[in-house]
Structure formats: structure tokens, C-alpha cells
């Protein structure tokens, strides 16, 4: 049975045959995730739905038939299937990585003060949303505030702040990733709100650098290349306490991790975000060109691709298979069962 909800968050509830499995602590052995993944792509590949975004002109030349499915273990196992190697703009999945780069360098208080964890229940490019709290962006997953955070990107320029950023997520990807200039040059032309948004950060205070090079930044930062592949491998890096699993370097600490994962449960999925985690009970971030990334911490993740969005700007494929996989492999945070063999007993 397939039951679309009131608002939008569209995934298989009660999915014949694939038990709601509870978490163990780790996922099940190599060739059960590799079944599972290859399950979850050949279940979905044919689901027609959503539309391709079109408001940065080039995602339109998108094949609405692109459908890759990747996860990456922790420890290292990398399960791919079907277009999980083609490249796609990442978007705004960035904001999450690079809100992680941010953290790290300035330190929990510091960006909080200057950025919020809480969700807007508004679309991710609202200016309302900046106007209804005295310019204080409400978090670092929608333009107000990944606008705010990039702004903190360390760098005495903003081609130096590029290099961090890209460097930076480079290192969360373990390979060199590299900007489509095709997509840059297209949200360039066309991200007049991205530019109001960060005018009007800078009227009440909250941008202290040229906010227009900032929206460049940002917009570079937008159009790097990433594939299914690169984000699982870039969430099992924030999975696993901020060390990429393939190459073994240290990107980020365990806290930035889990703050970043924090923030990433409550609006990592626009405004349907608690949608999402009732649903499917992981830490998420999608964006407009089709990718979602979403995190079992300590386990792994799941890299999706898939262009055709859902009203909110989330991949409909993305959305089907992250879900199914998390009911399949035990990764929903908040799925128990009762712990049956020893009772702990007072005092012991
Ligand atoms: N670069 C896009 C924008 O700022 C990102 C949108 C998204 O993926 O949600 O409009």
C-alpha cells in the first residue's frame, strides 16, 4: 500500500514483504545491505513522479530517469547502484557540510549566536522568514542562514573562502570535487532572491563582509560535482565521528558531527523536515538538483539521486528508496523493541 499524506512526504508505509527492523547497533552483513540496496533501486526505478526543478534554468536538461542508490558503511564497505556514479549539482546539501566546516573552525557557541537550529515551517528561500525574526537566520539549511554561514568561512578572500570550501568538502567526499560551471553560471544569472536575501542580512547586521561576494561563494558552493557515491561517503564521514571511512583522514570533530546531524534532523528536508523524521527517523538533507544524503550515525549512510522533486523540492525516488532502506536495515533512530533476554534489576 502507498499512502501519500496531507502534506507532502510521500514513501511506502507498509512495505510488503520488509519487516520494520529495529536497530542493533550495526548493520547487517556485506551481502544483505548489497541485496537490500539493489532492492531499493529496482523498486523505485520505474516510479514516476515529482517534476525536475527548472527555477536555475540548466537543472531542467536533467533525465527525470537518472536513479542511482549508494550506501557507505563506516567501516569503509561502499554498496552503489545504478547512476550513483553520474555527477549532478550538489545544491543545497552543501549547507551541510559546509555548516560542518564552520563549526569546526569557530566552535559551537560562536555559530549559534550567529545562526539558529530551529526550522522556519517556510521554503527554504523565504525572506519572511529573516523579517518575522529580526534578521536572525532561523538555521544554516535554508539561503538565510547557509548564507550567514558562509560568510564565516575562513579565508582572507573570497577565492580563498572558495578553495576552503571546496577543499573542505573535497575531504568529506575523499576525491577533488569540482565546480560545474555550467550550473554556476546559470544560478548566477538568476539568483536575484539569493542577492536580496543577503542585502537584507546585512541591513540588520548579520553579513559583515560584501554580501553579494557571499552569494557568490554560496552559489559556487552550490554547483560543485557530486554523485550518489561522493554523498554516502560524505554522510558516513559525519556517521562516523567526522573521519572518512575511505581515506581514514580526520575532516571534522565528533561534536561538529553530532551538532551538525542535530541540526540536519530538524530541517534537513525543507519544510518537511518532521515529516521526514517521522517517517523515516534519520538525519537528512536533499537538494533542488535530486541528491538526498541521509546519516545512521555510527552505521553509515545512503546517497540517493534522482532529479523529479516533490512539491517541497525533494527527490521522489530519494525520498522512496532512503526510506525503505531505513526500515530495511534498522537504521530509524527512534525504532525499539522490547529488550526481552535480561531485565536489568535494581542495584545490579
Ligand atoms: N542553489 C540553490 C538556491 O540557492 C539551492 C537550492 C536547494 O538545493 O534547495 O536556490
Excluded at 582572507?156 to 569540482?178: D, K, M, N, Y
Aim: charged content about 20%; hydrophobic content about 40%; overall charge negative.
Amino acid at each position: 500500500m502507498v499512502a501519500r499524506n496531507r502534506t507532502g512526504v510521500d514513501v511506502d508505509t507498509d512495505v510488503e514483504g520488509v519487516e520494520q527492523e529495529v536497530s542493533t547497533g550495526s548493520l547487517p552483513g556485506w551481502d544483505r545491505v548489497e541485496e537490500l540496496v539493489h532492492a531499493a533501486h529496482e523498486r523505485y526505478r520505474d516510479h514516476a513522479g515529482g517534476t525536475v526543478a527548472d527555477y536555475i534554468p540548466v537543472l531542467a536538461e536533467a533525465d527525470p530517469a537518472w536513479f542511482g542508490v549508494c550506501v557507505a558503511e563506516s567501516g569503509g564497505a561502499v554498496h552503489a547502484v545504478g547512476d550513483a556514479d553520474v555527477e549532478f549539482s550538489v545544491q543545497s546539501i552543501s549547507k551541510a557540510f559546509v555548516y560542518a566546516l564552520v563549526c569546526e573552525e569557530h566552535g559551537h557557541e560562536r555559530v549559534l549566536e550567529r545562526v539558529g537550529v530551529d526550522n522556519t515551517g517556510l521554503a527554504f528561500n523565504s525572506v519572511m522568514a529573516v523579517e518575522l525574526h529580526d534578521g536572525h537566520p532561523r538555521n544554516p539549511m535554508v539561503n538565510a542562514g547557509a548564507l550567514a554561514t558562509t560568510a564565516l568561512v575562513p579565508g582572507g578572500s573570497p577565492a580563498e573562502q572558495w578553495e576552503t570550501v571546496r577543499t573542505g568538502l573535497s575531504r568529506f567526499a575523499g576525491r577533488q570535487l569540482e565546480l560545474d560551471g555550467v550550473v554556476y553560471r546559470s544560478e548566477s544569472a538568476t539568483n536575484m532572491r539569493n542577492k536580496a536575501i543577503a542585502r537584507l542580512l546585512e541591513s540588520y547586521g548579520r553579513i559583515e563582509t560584501d554580501p553579494l561576494e557571499v552569494v557568490d561563494v554560496y552559489t559556487r558552493q552550490c554547483s560543485l560535482r557530486v554523485t550518489a557515491r561522493d554523498l554516502a561517503v560524505m554522510g558516513a564521514t559525519l556517521a562516523d565521528g567526522g573521519v572518512n571511512p575511505l581515506t581514514g583522514e580526520r575532516v571534522v570533530s565528533a561534536q561538529v558531527c553530532r551538532d551538525t546531524l542535530a541540526v540536519l534532523a530538524s530541517t534537513g528536508l525543507y519544510e518537511r523536515s518532521g515529516e521526514w523524521l517521522f517517517e523515516i527517523g534519520l538525519p537528512a538533507k536533499s537538494g533542488v538538483a535530486g541528491g538526498i544524503v541521509a546519516v545512521a550515525p555510527g552505521k553509515g549512510a545512503i546517497g540517493t539521486f534522482s532529479p523529479p522533486l516533490d512539491p517541497a523540492g525533494n527527490s521522489v525516488r530519494g525520498q522512496r528508496a532512503t526510506a525503505y532502506l531505513s526500515r530495511a536495515l534498522g537504521l530509524n533512530l527512534f525504532a525499539s523493541s522490547v529488550h526481552v533476554p535480561e531485565r536489568t534489576e535494581r542495584g545490579s
